[in-house]
Protein backbone atom coordinates (compact mmCIF):
# COMPACT_ATOMS: atom_id res chain seq x y z
CA UNK A 1 0.00 0.00 0.00
CA UNK A 2 3.12 2.48 1.08
CA UNK A 3 4.27 1.96 -2.93
CA UNK A 4 1.12 2.78 -4.16
CA UNK A 5 -0.01 5.96 -2.24
CA UNK A 6 3.67 7.04 -3.15
CA UNK A 7 3.27 6.13 -7.17
CA UNK A 8 3.14 9.66 -7.75
CA UNK A 9 5.49 11.46 -5.82
CA UNK A 10 7.92 8.99 -7.26
CA UNK A 11 8.10 9.88 -10.72
CA UNK A 12 7.62 12.92 -10.10
CA UNK A 13 10.49 13.10 -8.22
CA UNK A 14 12.68 10.84 -9.51
CA UNK A 15 12.48 12.59 -12.56
CA UNK A 16 13.41 16.01 -11.32
CA UNK A 17 16.16 14.12 -10.05
CA UNK A 18 14.56 15.42 -6.29
CA UNK A 19 14.29 11.51 -5.27
CA UNK A 20 14.72 8.02 -5.99
CA UNK A 21 12.41 5.43 -7.13
CA UNK A 22 12.96 1.57 -8.04
CA UNK A 23 12.16 1.01 -11.87
CA UNK A 24 10.43 -2.28 -10.82
CA UNK A 25 8.41 -0.90 -8.68
CA UNK A 26 6.94 1.71 -10.94
CA UNK A 27 6.32 -0.82 -13.63
CA UNK A 28 4.49 -3.20 -11.19
CA UNK A 29 1.84 -0.03 -10.92
CA UNK A 30 2.17 1.33 -14.07
CA UNK A 31 -1.34 0.32 -16.37
CA UNK A 32 -1.00 1.63 -19.87
CA UNK A 33 -4.61 2.03 -20.35
CA UNK A 34 -4.55 5.03 -17.98
CA UNK A 35 -1.83 6.70 -19.79
CA UNK A 36 -2.49 9.85 -21.56
CA UNK A 37 -0.27 12.37 -22.88
CA UNK A 38 0.36 14.79 -25.20
CA UNK A 39 4.35 15.76 -27.13
CA UNK A 40 5.25 17.83 -30.26
CA UNK A 41 9.06 17.81 -31.08
CA UNK A 42 10.86 19.02 -34.32
CA UNK A 43 13.99 20.46 -35.92
CA UNK A 44 13.74 23.79 -38.46
CA UNK A 45 16.35 26.14 -39.49
CA UNK A 46 15.66 29.93 -41.12
CA UNK A 47 16.19 30.29 -44.42
CA UNK A 48 19.11 32.85 -44.20
CA UNK A 49 21.27 29.70 -42.29
CA UNK A 50 20.70 30.89 -38.44
CA UNK A 51 18.68 28.77 -36.35
CA UNK A 52 14.96 28.24 -36.33
CA UNK A 53 13.34 31.33 -34.26
CA UNK A 54 9.66 31.69 -33.67
CA UNK A 55 7.57 35.09 -34.49
CA UNK A 56 5.72 36.56 -31.61
CA UNK A 57 4.20 40.22 -31.03
CA UNK A 58 5.54 41.82 -27.58
CA UNK A 59 2.49 42.03 -25.79
CA UNK A 60 0.34 39.16 -27.67
CA UNK A 61 -0.66 36.50 -24.78
CA UNK A 62 -0.37 33.65 -27.70
CA UNK A 63 0.84 33.39 -31.43
CA UNK A 64 -0.20 31.40 -34.42
CA UNK A 65 1.83 28.20 -34.18
CA UNK A 66 1.62 26.45 -37.28
CA UNK A 67 5.30 25.68 -38.40
CA UNK A 68 5.84 28.48 -35.36
CA UNK A 69 7.12 26.14 -32.24
CA UNK A 70 10.28 26.49 -31.42
CA UNK A 71 10.09 24.13 -28.35
CA UNK A 72 9.78 20.09 -27.44
CA UNK A 73 7.46 19.36 -25.09
CA UNK A 74 5.54 16.71 -23.26
CA UNK A 75 2.45 15.96 -21.10
CA UNK A 76 2.25 12.77 -20.10
CA UNK A 77 -0.36 11.52 -17.33
CA UNK A 78 -1.01 8.78 -15.84
CA UNK A 79 -4.33 8.01 -13.63
CA UNK A 80 -4.04 5.15 -10.57
CA UNK A 81 -6.99 3.56 -8.28
CA UNK A 82 -5.85 3.82 -5.28
CA UNK A 83 -8.79 1.82 -3.19
CA UNK A 84 -11.90 1.10 -3.89
CA UNK A 85 -14.34 0.71 -1.16
CA UNK A 86 -17.37 -1.70 -0.19
CA UNK A 87 -20.06 1.48 -0.57
CA UNK A 88 -19.05 2.23 -4.25
CA UNK A 89 -16.67 4.92 -3.50
CA UNK A 90 -13.45 5.12 -5.20
CA UNK A 91 -10.52 6.91 -4.38
CA UNK A 92 -8.16 7.77 -7.22
CA UNK A 93 -5.43 10.37 -8.11
CA UNK A 94 -3.82 11.32 -11.22
CA UNK A 95 -0.11 12.66 -11.86
CA UNK A 96 1.40 14.83 -14.73
CA UNK A 97 4.74 15.36 -15.75
CA UNK A 98 5.75 18.22 -18.42
CA UNK A 99 9.01 18.23 -20.12
CA UNK A 100 9.95 21.46 -21.99
CA UNK A 101 13.25 21.84 -23.88
CA UNK A 102 14.16 24.72 -26.89
CA UNK A 103 15.04 23.13 -29.96
CA UNK A 104 18.71 23.83 -30.48
CA UNK A 105 19.83 23.02 -27.26
CA UNK A 106 20.31 19.79 -25.77
CA UNK A 107 17.58 17.93 -24.65
CA UNK A 108 18.04 18.13 -20.65
CA UNK A 109 14.93 19.25 -19.81
CA UNK A 110 16.40 21.55 -17.02
CA UNK A 111 18.50 24.72 -16.52
CA UNK A 112 18.43 27.83 -19.30
CA UNK A 113 16.62 26.37 -21.92
CA UNK A 114 14.33 23.83 -19.94
CA UNK A 115 12.48 22.61 -17.38
CA UNK A 116 10.98 19.41 -16.01
CA UNK A 117 7.54 20.57 -13.73
CA UNK A 118 4.80 18.64 -12.36
CA UNK A 119 1.25 20.45 -13.53
CA UNK A 120 -1.05 17.73 -12.32
CA UNK A 121 -1.00 16.07 -8.88
CA UNK A 122 -4.36 15.29 -7.50
CA UNK A 123 -6.39 12.84 -5.53
CA UNK A 124 -10.38 12.33 -5.95
CA UNK A 125 -13.46 10.77 -4.36
CA UNK A 126 -15.78 9.49 -6.69
CA UNK A 127 -19.22 7.22 -6.51
CA UNK A 128 -20.50 8.81 -2.92
CA UNK A 129 -23.95 7.66 -2.44
CA UNK A 130 -26.18 10.82 -1.93
CA UNK A 131 -23.76 13.32 -3.42
CA UNK A 132 -25.06 13.95 -6.73
CA UNK A 133 -21.75 15.05 -7.86
CA UNK A 134 -18.97 13.96 -10.39
CA UNK A 135 -16.10 13.94 -7.89
CA UNK A 136 -14.33 15.55 -4.78
CA UNK A 137 -11.09 16.51 -5.34
CA UNK A 138 -7.85 17.81 -3.97
CA UNK A 139 -4.16 18.88 -5.14
CA UNK A 140 -2.97 20.95 -8.73
CA UNK A 141 -5.47 20.41 -11.46
CA UNK A 142 -5.97 21.11 -14.83
CA UNK A 143 -9.59 22.25 -14.33
CA UNK A 144 -12.46 23.35 -16.94
CA UNK A 145 -9.88 24.77 -19.34
CA UNK A 146 -10.99 25.78 -22.50
CA UNK A 147 -8.47 26.84 -25.62
CA UNK A 148 -8.10 28.16 -28.78
CA UNK A 149 -5.97 25.31 -30.57
CA UNK A 150 -4.96 27.60 -33.76
CA UNK A 151 -3.07 29.67 -31.37
CA UNK A 152 -2.20 27.26 -28.58
CA UNK A 153 -4.42 30.26 -26.16
CA UNK A 154 -6.12 28.58 -23.04
CA UNK A 155 -8.89 31.59 -22.85
CA UNK A 156 -10.19 30.19 -20.11
CA UNK A 157 -8.36 28.36 -17.74
CA UNK A 158 -9.00 28.21 -13.95
CA UNK A 159 -6.39 25.15 -13.15
CA UNK A 160 -4.50 25.50 -10.33
CA UNK A 161 -3.75 24.31 -6.55
CA UNK A 162 -6.55 24.00 -4.56
CA UNK A 163 -9.66 21.55 -4.08
CA UNK A 164 -13.59 21.42 -4.67
CA UNK A 165 -16.67 19.50 -5.44
CA UNK A 166 -17.18 18.80 -9.34
CA UNK A 167 -20.84 19.37 -11.52
CA UNK A 168 -22.95 18.84 -8.87
CA UNK A 169 -26.12 17.83 -10.52
CA UNK A 170 -29.06 20.58 -9.73
CA UNK A 171 -31.55 19.18 -12.25
CA UNK A 172 -32.60 19.96 -15.55
CA UNK A 173 -29.45 18.96 -16.89
CA UNK A 174 -27.41 21.79 -15.04
CA UNK A 175 -24.35 21.35 -13.60
CA UNK A 176 -22.91 23.54 -10.68
CA UNK A 177 -19.04 23.41 -9.74
CA UNK A 178 -16.97 25.23 -6.97
CA UNK A 179 -13.13 25.52 -6.30
CA UNK A 180 -11.24 27.07 -4.11
CA UNK A 181 -7.75 27.51 -5.24
CA UNK A 182 -4.61 29.27 -3.52
CA UNK A 183 -1.90 29.45 -6.40
CA UNK A 184 -2.33 28.96 -10.32
CA UNK A 185 1.38 28.04 -11.26
CA UNK A 186 4.45 27.42 -9.47
CA UNK A 187 6.15 31.26 -10.79
CA UNK A 188 2.59 33.26 -9.38
CA UNK A 189 4.82 35.55 -6.88
CA UNK A 190 2.20 35.41 -4.60
CA UNK A 191 -0.41 33.22 -3.33
CA UNK A 192 -4.37 34.52 -3.15
CA UNK A 193 -7.52 32.65 -2.59
CA UNK A 194 -9.24 32.45 -5.42
CA UNK A 195 -12.82 31.20 -5.50
CA UNK A 196 -14.36 29.42 -9.09
CA UNK A 197 -17.95 29.13 -9.55
CA UNK A 198 -19.04 27.44 -13.12
CA UNK A 199 -22.51 26.82 -14.21
CA UNK A 200 -22.78 24.36 -17.46
CA UNK A 201 -25.61 22.26 -18.78
CA UNK A 202 -27.56 25.23 -20.22
CA UNK A 203 -28.93 24.27 -23.50
CA UNK A 204 -29.48 26.39 -26.41
CA UNK A 205 -31.08 23.64 -29.10
CA UNK A 206 -29.99 20.17 -29.64
CA UNK A 207 -25.96 20.88 -29.87
CA UNK A 208 -25.79 24.11 -28.26
CA UNK A 209 -24.70 24.83 -24.65
CA UNK A 210 -23.80 28.01 -22.20
CA UNK A 211 -21.73 27.76 -19.76
CA UNK A 212 -20.73 30.75 -17.30
CA UNK A 213 -18.20 31.52 -14.51
CA UNK A 214 -17.41 33.56 -11.80
CA UNK A 215 -14.13 33.82 -10.28
CA UNK A 216 -13.35 36.02 -6.79
CA UNK A 217 -10.11 36.65 -5.86
CA UNK A 218 -8.66 38.04 -1.96
CA UNK A 219 -6.17 40.14 -2.67
CA UNK A 220 -3.41 39.61 0.54
CA UNK A 221 -2.02 42.49 -0.71
CA UNK A 222 -2.55 45.24 2.04
CA UNK A 223 -4.06 47.92 0.62
CA UNK A 224 -4.69 45.88 -2.78
CA UNK A 225 -8.19 45.40 -4.13
CA UNK A 226 -10.08 42.43 -4.74
CA UNK A 227 -10.72 41.14 -8.14
CA UNK A 228 -13.23 39.35 -9.85
CA UNK A 229 -14.01 38.17 -13.50
CA UNK A 230 -16.84 36.73 -15.16
CA UNK A 231 -16.88 34.23 -18.43
CA UNK A 232 -19.84 33.39 -20.86
CA UNK A 233 -19.27 30.94 -23.20
CA UNK A 234 -21.32 29.25 -25.73
CA UNK A 235 -20.42 25.91 -27.36
CA UNK A 236 -22.08 24.67 -30.84
CA UNK A 237 -21.70 21.17 -31.48
CA UNK A 238 -21.90 20.05 -35.00
CA UNK A 239 -21.23 23.23 -36.67
CA UNK A 240 -20.38 22.92 -40.12
CA UNK A 241 -19.16 19.22 -39.54
CA UNK A 242 -17.38 20.93 -36.40
CA UNK A 243 -17.30 22.82 -33.69
CA UNK A 244 -17.83 26.81 -32.51
CA UNK A 245 -16.98 28.34 -29.88
CA UNK A 246 -17.88 32.02 -28.91
CA UNK A 247 -17.16 33.75 -25.71
CA UNK A 248 -17.19 36.93 -23.76
CA UNK A 249 -15.07 37.51 -20.98
CA UNK A 250 -14.85 40.23 -18.39
CA UNK A 251 -12.74 41.39 -15.35
CA UNK A 252 -11.78 43.74 -12.59
CA UNK A 253 -8.48 44.74 -10.60
CA UNK A 254 -6.86 41.12 -9.88
CA UNK A 255 -9.79 39.52 -11.95
CA UNK A 256 -8.39 40.87 -15.46
CA UNK A 257 -6.18 37.68 -15.97
CA UNK A 258 -10.16 36.23 -16.92
CA UNK A 259 -10.44 32.98 -15.06
CA UNK A 260 -7.01 32.77 -13.62
CA UNK A 261 -5.03 35.51 -10.57
CA UNK A 262 -4.33 38.86 -12.50
CA UNK A 263 -1.37 41.43 -11.20
CA UNK A 264 -2.07 41.88 -7.97
CA UNK A 265 -0.77 45.21 -7.85
CA UNK A 266 -3.81 46.71 -9.98
CA UNK A 267 -6.44 48.67 -8.50
CA UNK A 268 -10.25 47.93 -8.63
CA UNK A 269 -10.47 50.44 -11.42
CA UNK A 270 -8.27 48.53 -13.78
CA UNK A 271 -10.46 46.05 -15.78
CA UNK A 272 -10.12 43.68 -19.25
CA UNK A 273 -12.71 42.35 -21.78
CA UNK A 274 -11.73 39.50 -24.55
CA UNK A 275 -14.57 39.20 -27.03
CA UNK A 276 -14.10 35.71 -29.00
CA UNK A 277 -15.34 33.45 -31.90
CA UNK A 278 -13.51 30.14 -32.84
CA UNK A 279 -14.81 27.66 -34.92
CA UNK A 280 -13.22 24.54 -36.56
CA UNK A 281 -14.86 23.10 -39.83
CA UNK A 282 -15.33 19.84 -41.90
CA UNK A 283 -16.94 20.16 -44.95
CA UNK A 284 -15.90 16.85 -46.09
CA UNK A 285 -13.15 14.31 -46.52
CA UNK A 286 -11.53 16.91 -48.02
CA UNK A 287 -11.59 20.26 -46.54
CA UNK A 288 -11.95 20.94 -42.79
CA UNK A 289 -9.71 24.20 -41.25
CA UNK A 290 -10.31 26.47 -38.27
CA UNK A 291 -10.97 30.36 -37.75
CA UNK A 292 -10.17 32.99 -34.99
CA UNK A 293 -11.60 36.49 -34.37
CA UNK A 294 -10.57 37.91 -31.06
CA UNK A 295 -10.56 41.53 -29.60
CA UNK A 296 -9.14 42.25 -25.82
CA UNK A 297 -8.78 45.26 -24.24
CA UNK A 298 -6.75 46.28 -21.65
CA UNK A 299 -7.11 48.98 -19.21
CA UNK A 300 -4.66 48.76 -16.45
CA UNK A 301 -3.68 52.58 -16.18
CA UNK A 302 -2.12 53.98 -14.41
CA UNK A 303 -0.28 50.69 -12.80
CA UNK A 304 0.66 49.42 -16.07
CA UNK A 305 0.22 50.92 -19.82
CA UNK A 306 -3.50 50.31 -21.27
CA UNK A 307 -3.49 48.39 -24.47
CA UNK A 308 -6.10 46.93 -27.22
CA UNK A 309 -5.34 43.68 -28.90
CA UNK A 310 -6.65 41.78 -31.96
CA UNK A 311 -6.34 39.02 -33.80
CA UNK A 312 -7.54 37.43 -36.89
CA UNK A 313 -6.78 33.95 -38.65
CA UNK A 314 -7.40 30.79 -40.20
CA UNK A 315 -6.16 27.42 -41.41
CA UNK A 316 -8.00 25.90 -43.99
CA UNK A 317 -6.58 22.32 -44.84
CA UNK A 318 -6.86 20.38 -47.82
CA UNK A 319 -6.37 16.56 -48.37
CA UNK A 320 -6.24 15.61 -52.01
CA UNK A 321 -6.16 11.80 -50.79
CA UNK A 322 -6.49 9.82 -47.18
CA UNK A 323 -3.95 10.58 -44.57
CA UNK A 324 -2.12 13.91 -46.87
CA UNK A 325 -2.86 17.06 -45.92
CA UNK A 326 -1.90 20.22 -47.16
CA UNK A 327 -2.60 23.27 -44.90
CA UNK A 328 -2.28 26.98 -45.32
CA UNK A 329 -2.27 29.02 -41.47
CA UNK A 330 -2.33 32.77 -42.06
CA UNK A 331 -2.97 35.19 -38.49
CA UNK A 332 -2.42 39.10 -37.89
CA UNK A 333 -1.84 39.97 -34.61
CA UNK A 334 -1.87 43.91 -33.95
CA UNK A 335 -1.15 45.34 -30.48
CA UNK A 336 -2.09 49.16 -29.92
CA UNK A 337 -0.96 50.37 -26.80
CA UNK A 338 -2.31 53.25 -24.73
CA UNK A 339 0.84 55.74 -25.84
CA UNK A 340 2.51 54.97 -28.77
CA UNK A 341 2.22 53.11 -32.62
CA UNK A 342 0.58 50.21 -33.22
CA UNK A 343 2.42 47.04 -33.55
CA UNK A 344 1.57 44.23 -36.24
CA UNK A 345 2.96 40.73 -36.60
CA UNK A 346 1.73 39.28 -40.25
CA UNK A 347 3.00 35.21 -40.16
CA UNK A 348 1.87 32.51 -42.79
CA UNK A 349 2.85 29.02 -43.15
CA UNK A 350 2.23 25.95 -45.82
CA UNK A 351 2.92 22.66 -44.94
CA UNK A 352 2.62 19.29 -45.63
CA UNK A 353 1.55 16.83 -43.23
CA UNK A 354 0.45 13.17 -42.83
CA UNK A 355 -1.92 11.81 -40.00
CA UNK A 356 -2.52 7.95 -40.23
CA UNK A 357 -5.94 8.71 -38.57
CA UNK A 358 -7.69 10.71 -40.52
CA UNK A 359 -8.36 14.53 -42.08
CA UNK A 360 -9.29 17.02 -40.05
CA UNK A 361 -7.75 19.70 -37.90
CA UNK A 362 -7.23 17.67 -34.94
CA UNK A 363 -6.49 14.09 -36.22
CA UNK A 364 -3.56 13.27 -34.73
CA UNK A 365 -0.39 11.81 -34.32
CA UNK A 366 0.42 13.96 -37.92
CA UNK A 367 4.26 14.34 -39.26
CA UNK A 368 4.73 17.69 -41.09
CA UNK A 369 7.23 20.03 -43.16
CA UNK A 370 6.39 23.19 -43.21
CA UNK A 371 7.65 26.94 -44.48
CA UNK A 372 7.08 29.84 -42.90
CA UNK A 373 7.23 33.78 -43.43
CA UNK A 374 6.41 36.48 -41.39
CA UNK A 375 6.92 40.07 -41.31
CA UNK A 376 6.51 43.07 -38.96
CA UNK A 377 6.69 47.04 -38.45
CA UNK A 378 9.03 49.26 -37.02
CA UNK A 379 6.97 49.40 -33.82
CA UNK A 380 7.12 45.62 -33.62
CA UNK A 381 10.79 45.62 -33.92
CA UNK A 382 11.95 48.36 -31.20
CA UNK A 383 9.34 46.73 -28.77
CA UNK A 384 10.76 42.98 -29.50
CA UNK A 385 12.38 41.66 -26.68
CA UNK A 386 16.33 41.75 -27.74
CA UNK A 387 17.49 38.82 -29.38
CA UNK A 388 14.35 37.45 -30.15
CA UNK A 389 13.34 37.19 -34.13
CA UNK A 390 11.30 40.58 -34.44
CA UNK A 391 14.03 42.42 -32.43
CA UNK A 392 16.39 45.15 -33.97
CA UNK A 393 19.45 42.45 -33.30
CA UNK A 394 17.34 39.60 -34.19
CA UNK A 395 18.34 36.90 -36.61
CA UNK A 396 17.09 39.58 -39.54
CA UNK A 397 18.66 41.94 -40.66
CA UNK A 398 15.16 43.29 -42.30
CA UNK A 399 11.19 43.14 -40.97
CA UNK A 400 10.71 40.09 -42.48
CA UNK A 401 11.85 36.65 -42.57
CA UNK A 402 11.45 32.72 -42.97
CA UNK A 403 11.92 29.75 -41.48
CA UNK A 404 11.82 26.20 -42.96
CA UNK A 405 11.39 22.58 -40.91
CA UNK A 406 9.86 19.44 -40.16
CA UNK A 407 7.41 18.69 -36.63
CA UNK A 408 5.76 15.77 -35.11
CA UNK A 409 2.57 16.09 -32.86
CA UNK A 410 0.86 13.97 -30.90
CA UNK A 411 -2.24 13.37 -28.23
CA UNK A 412 -3.69 10.51 -27.19
CA UNK A 413 -6.05 9.41 -24.49
Given at each position: ?91 SGGTMLSLYNQIGHDPTFKGEYGKTRLPQFYLQLTGISGLKAKRLWIGRVYYHRHDIN ?264
Open positions: MRRIRWLGMAIGLAAMGCGQARADDLLDDFDINNFKGYVRSGYGSATNGKKQTCFQLAGAPSKYRLGNECETYAELKEEYTLKSFDDGVTLLIDFYFWNPSGLGAGIDEIDIGGGHKLSYALFRQDTIDQPRRASRHDVQLTGIKTGKFGELQTGLSYIQNPLRGGSNGWSFTLLHIQKRFLGGLNNAAVQYGRGAGTGLSYTGDLHLHDNAWSLRVLESMIWRFNDHFAGALLVLNQRDHWAPYAESQNWTSVGMRPIWSPVSHLKIEFDVGCDQITPAHGSTRRLLKGTVAVAFSPHGNGFLDRPEWRVFYTHASWNRAAQVTAVPGTALAMDGPFDVRHGSTFGVQVEHWWD
